[in-house]
């Protein structure tokens, strides 16, 4: 049997707090909301409360998308959590949803590839399905609680910066027409250092100083190149589209990490397609890191934008630097 693994179910869930840009006008004591609107398009975002934490948006987007799929948890051979805000140092992630989902047959491991990883933990997904035949149903989860580690006097992340879940069952099919054709991980890891949450880790353990100097804080170091996430993203689409023998304009949607608009419409420009076929939702929910792609399928599937058959990219990039891209036939 040809296995290939079919998308059967998407979900997404945001917290209940919303928070518009007329907040940090106030916060910050000076008009944030222009340059949001002007410059990357975000006017409200979520952000957990304090008793929410990234295993509580992981189940509920979990419980949607196997409901979607009209699978039963026990019917779960794996769970893969990309996330970079996980619930714990350890364990991971994966095995307080395993536990409230209920899916005791299932094996689980977290994914940390920053904001690429839910494209990365997709493709792994689809690969554990294509070369081993005990693996018929995976959840792959997408999960991102940023707020819990933003400076609320830096106006470079704390605006930007939001909370959510995406999530995906993937299927064991022997149908053709459909599933991954074409995937690529990329790294630029010079970039390492540049932005990112650095302490809590080994390197620099949490202490007082630590924690009088914020650095247990997510934070901008230095300024990326501008040109570098539309190029690098149009590049890999190329790649796989060569790969899969088929041309940008044979794709229905492309689901892009949300960071920034701009560079989303540049990509577009550049592969010469409208950008209209981006699918965007950083307008209402902010920046998700590894949740916007999820989110982004599943905002599309709900309101009918894309259908079974349809060709579908997903490129995802994050600190790191990473980048992840994959080619599926919806």
Request: charged share 20%; proline share 4%.
């Amino acid at each position: 049997m040809n296995r290939r693994a079919e998308i059967v179910g998407t979900g997404m869930y945001v917290p209940s707090h919303i928070y518009p840009n007329s907040y940090f006008d106030e916060l910050l004591g000076e008009d944030v909301d222009t340059w949001l609107r002007e410059n990357v398009q975000i006017f409200e975002r979520r952000w957990t409360g304090p008793d929410e934490s990234t295993a509580n948006l992981a189940e509920n987007a979990a419980r949607k998308a196997l409901a979607a799929a009209q699978i039963d948890p026990q019917d779960l051979d794996l769970i893969i959590l990309s996330t970079d805000t996980p619930e714990f140092v350890s364990p991971s992630t994966a095995t307080v949803v395993q536990h409230r989902l209920g899916a005791t047959r299932s094996g689980t491991f977290d994914l940390n590839a920053a904001c690429a990883g839910f494209v990365t933990a997709l493709d792994m997904g689809s690969k554990y399905i294509q070369s081993d035949e005990q693996y018929k149903n995976i959840l792959v989860i997408g999960a991102y609680n940023m707020s819990k580690f933003l400076n609320m006097s830096d106006k470079k992340t704390v605006t930007l910066f939001a909370d959510g879940a995406g999530a995906v069952v993937l299927r064991a099919t022997d149908r053709e027409n459909t599933g991954l054709l074409a995937s690529k991980l990329e790294t630029k890891g010079q970039y390492n250092e540049w932005m990112g949450i650095y302490s809590g880790g080994t390197r620099t353990p949490v202490d007082i100083e630590v924690l009088n100097q914020k650095t247990h804080l997510l934070q901008f170091v230095k300024k990326f190149p501008k040109e570098l996430n539309p190029e690098t993203w149009s590049r890999l689409a190329l790649e796989l589209c060569e790969k899969a023998g088929v041309k940008p304009k044979d794709i229905s949607r492309y689901f892009i990490t949300q960071i920034n608009i701009n560079s989303i419409f540049e990509m577009m420009d550049i592969l010469g397609e409208p950008p209209e076929k981006a699918e965007t939702i950083m307008h209402y929910y902010g920046y998700t890191g590894s949740a916007c792609i999820p989110m982004g399928l599943d905002q599309a599937v709900q309101k009918d934008k894309i259908k079974k058959g349809d060709l579908i990219m997903f490129i995802g990039s994050g600190g790191g630097l990473a980048f992840a891209a994959a080619l599926y036939q919806y």
